[in-house]
């Protein structure tokens, strides 16, 4: 592998889900499904951390933010997806109300790379924004699954700081407040990640916590337990290197999480080398010669249980092609690979997935 395969091989990947003839405009999860404002947010976000993005020209650029911005609903905020009776969530844990919401996140960041933001507030949270609201719902969430009530928490974090931006409404700012209040006040005296219940396993923790941890990097507010969080996320790590085997989002958890606080606090270096030393081999295992990275092998990828966002069996695809490159630029700042020497990994500031420690920006 060189950085010249890589850059083509995601460049291809994601020109094969290009709906129209235009490099900006909007994609499909998977070739032959309907295009989605969210799938056609993975390859910009990727783009821009990869330097792509940079090639492109002020106005395609213009016209890519102009084809998300269009598709947000004036009423709500949140964006028109093609959501109907054929395609809902499959299972238990998702609805479509989790796909506008977490969605929303990825477009939104976007709409940022690409130098714009949303045009309509986000008037689903008013809400939220009451006194003692916010806390009322963070308590009301289903912490016997902290992944998925991470997963929320994250979501209200992000669409508020990008609501704010759009409305300089005082009330967002006071409804963040009683978010970290809660937050800072219920970590788990052993993981350092919220499981009110003291029920729920270490790797549910995680990787909902992980979620939440974005949100203080978000906002630039000092984390709870960092070295009980790093410690708790290496133990995950299984003989193959992954860390319990779900995929490029539980990888991207881990490596985030260990990577980022290790170095915005300066703390457990050592042990974190070790384990993304074990971790680098497996990743690249997970390269599709084709283009793109899967998420696991002989797996599909699927974001929320949507039929729009499947993936196929054993193949790369959209989701786990973003995040697993991501986790790849992370590994590279920990073990500093000589064949990414030319590659300037642009990280993510504002509201959105991928945000990283102001320091470290």
């Known amino acids: 592998m060189n950085s010249k395969r890589l850059k083509e091989g995601l460049k291809s990947f994601y020109k094969e889900r290009e709906v129209t003839k235009e490099f900006f405009g909007p994609h499909s999860f998977t070739p032959g ?15 821009s951390l990869i330097g792509i993005l940079d090639e492109l020209s002020t106005e395609d650029k213009s016209s890519w933010l102009t084809f998300l911005q269009k ?8 964006f028109n997806e093609p959501i109907n009776s054929d395609n809902q969530p499959s299972g238990e844990t998702h609805r479509a109300e989790d796909i506008l919401w977490h969605g929303a996140t990825f477009i939104i960041g976007a709409m940022h790379v690409l130098g714009g933001k949303p045009i309509h507030p986000f008037s689903i949270i008013s809400k939220y924004k009451k006194p003692g609201k916010m806390e009322e719902w963070l308590e009301g969430l289903d912490w016997t699954n902290p992944w998925k009530a991470g997963n929320w928490t994250y979501d209200m974090g992000c669409i508020l700081g990008s609501d704010y931006e759009i409305t300089g409404d005082n009330k967002n700012l006071k409804a963040i407040n009683e978010y970290f209040y809660w937050h800072d006040s219920n970590t788990d005296n ?8 003291g029920e729920a396993p270490l790797y549910m923790q995680q990787f909902g916590g992980y979620h939440s941890l974005m949100v203080y990097w978000m906002f630039g507010r ?47 270096h050592k042990e974190v080398k070790v384990s993304v030393e074990k971790f680098y081999p497996y990743l690249m295992k997970l390269w599709d010669n084709n283009g793109g990275f899967m998420g696991l ?17 054993g193949k790369a695809d959209s989701c786990s092609t973003y995040f697993r490159t991501y986790t790849l630029s992370l590994v590279d700042e920990i073990l500093e690979l000589d064949w990414l020497f030319d590659i300037n990994w642009k990280h993510m500031d504002g509201f959105a997935h991928g945000r990283r420690p102001d320091k470290l920006l």
């Not at 598709?71 to 949140?78: A, C, E, L």
């Not at 052993?190 to 219940?197: D, Q």
Request: proline fraction near 6%.
């Open 190 to 197: 052993e993981s350092g990640w919220w499981n009110p219940t």
């Open 33 to 47: 499904l309907k295009p989605t404002y969210w799938s056609s947010s993975y390859p910009t976000l990727l783009y």
């Open 222 to 268: 000092e984390v709870p337990d960092p070295e009980k969080m790093i410690m708790s996320s290496l133990s995950l790590q299984a003989e193959n290197g992954s860390y319990m085997e779900h995929g490029c989002c539980g990888d991207m958890d881990v490596i985030d999480t260990v990577v980022s606080l290790s170095k915005q606090y300066d703390i457990c």
């Open 297 to 313: 092998p002989n797996a599909l990828h699927i974001d929320l249980g949507w039929k729009l966002h499947e993936g196929n069996v």
């Open 71 to 78: 598709g947000q609903n004036k009423k709500t905020g949140f």
